[in-house]
């Protein structure tokens, strides 16, 4: 993508919605299709507001090594593992830093000596800023897909890597460019996988031991929560040998040892994660959000395919299409038809559509589609995008 210069989103236009507002008209419910931080589903919602009403002190304000907190960290141990199937020889730790700390954080923990090769598989904007802060304390090993036009539009080879790799770094749902991994690769090499799922964890299954995955890390504020807290899952033979620089905040070994509490655990994000996973088990666990997931961008991606190029998305191959995150341009991308667009939609309360990343604002608009945005979200956002699109055609 070429990204457009982020400095304040360029032109002289306030209006709301091109400014990338996400409070719409007074009166109108807000539709939230951000990126990220995300909304929660309502029951969830509502579970957390009854926190702060309940006979119970909310984890909020309770000491992290009070007994009433100890039972929410291991009830959210308990339900995470559930909801996702993690066996026991996994590790689960709420850690602080999000998905950048982790960039710095596998290799701290997976290369002892700093110079330890690591393949990286760049598929785009966030597997390639991984590699970036990974190279400070690794070295190494890049497959790209990157198009000359700084783009990317498709995965690269899985086949050629490196065997001596300590382990093999992988996004499994590139949030910007909209590339995901529906199923995680079965890698041809003994390093373990290591991904990145902030933006698609809890949305499909993961097999944890057939794919050989010896780390997973997401940040909450996308599927699973709010900022704060970043979920780690890690294989407990991948531990025990630190680099002496990795710091104590993100030493799985330190946090693994300490029961997640060497220092303060960001505690009222781990009562929401706690939340949300038993809300995602009592609606059927991780096969019916899979099921929603689907439902939800196969919805999306027809109204664009059906739309004769008046709604476009870059990435062509529907086996890599991000159910999560969809890019789409609206009238080839010209700016008057866009910004109709957008402003039309906030009317409705649609919102979230054109953000600032940090890579810029990019070409495309997105809708993102995480857990908490319900079908029926995706339904009013869908008959906006046909409605609009049978104007714009009348009035031609
Ligand atoms: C959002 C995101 C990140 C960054 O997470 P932070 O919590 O902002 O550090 C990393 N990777 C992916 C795939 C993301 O979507």
Not at 346 to 358: D, S
Request: glycine letters at 8%.
């Amino acid at each position: 993508m070429t990204y457009i210069d982020p400095s304040p989103l360029k032109s002289a236009d306030t209006h709301p919605a091109m400014l990338g507002s996400l409070l719409p008209p007074s009166g109108v419910l807000p539709l939230n299709f951000s990126p990220g931080p995300a909304s929660l589903a309502a029951e969830v919602q509502a579970a957390i507001k009854a926190l702060f009403d309940s006979e119970r002190m909310c984890s909020m304000y309770l000491s992290h090594r009070s007994p009433e907190f100890l039972d929410i960290l291991t009830s959210a141990v308990k339900h995470c593992r559930l909801a996702m199937n993690i066996p026991e020889d996994y590790e689960i730790l709420f850690m602080h830093g999000g998905g950048h700390g982790q960039f710095a954080a596998v290799p701290l923990n997976l290369c002892p000596n700093g110079d330890e090769k690591a393949t990286y598989l760049v598929n785009g904007t966030w597997s390639k800023r991984a590699l970036s802060d990974a190279s400070k304390y690794c070295r190494p090993f890049v497959v790209s897909s990157e198009n000359q036009d700084g783009t990317f539009t498709r995965n690269p080879s899985f086949e050629h890597l490196d065997p001596e790799s300590k382990y093999v770094h992988l996004c499994s749902n590139e949030t910007v460019n909209g590339i995901e991994l529906h199923q995680l690769p079965k890698l041809g090499i003994k390093a373990p996988l290591v991904v990145d799922a902030s933006s698609d964890f809890s949305t499909k299954p993961i097999d944890w031991v057939g794919c050989n995955v010896g780390i997973l890390y997401a940040c909450a504020s996308k599927n699973i929560g709010h900022p704060g807290l970043t979920l780690c899952v890690v294989r407990k033979d991948l531990m025990g040998s630190p680099s002496k620089f990795c710091p104590g905040v993100l030493c799985y070994t330190t946090n693994a040892r300490e029961g997640n509490l060497w220092n303060t655990i960001a505690t009222f994000n781990v009562e929401v994660v706690n939340i949300f996973m038993q809300w995602m088990i009592a609606q059927g666990g991780v096969h019916e959000m899979e099921r929603r997931a689907i439902a939800k961008s196969d919805l999306l991606y027809s109204v664009i395919d059906k739309s004769e190029g008046f709604y476009a998305t870059p990435i062509a191959d529907p086996s890599i299409r991000s159910r999560m995150n969809i890019p789409f341009d609206v009238a080839g991308g010209d700016e008057e038809t866009t910004r109709n667009f957008l402003i039309q939609g906030w009317e409705r309360g649609i919102v979230g559509l054109r953000t600032l990343t940090p890579f810029g604002v990019g070409k495309y608009l997105r809708a993102s589609l995480y857990n908490g945005v319900s079908m029926n979200q995706v339904e009013v956002l869908a008959a906006f995008m046909t409605e609009f699109l049978k104007t714009c055609r009348t009035q031609q």
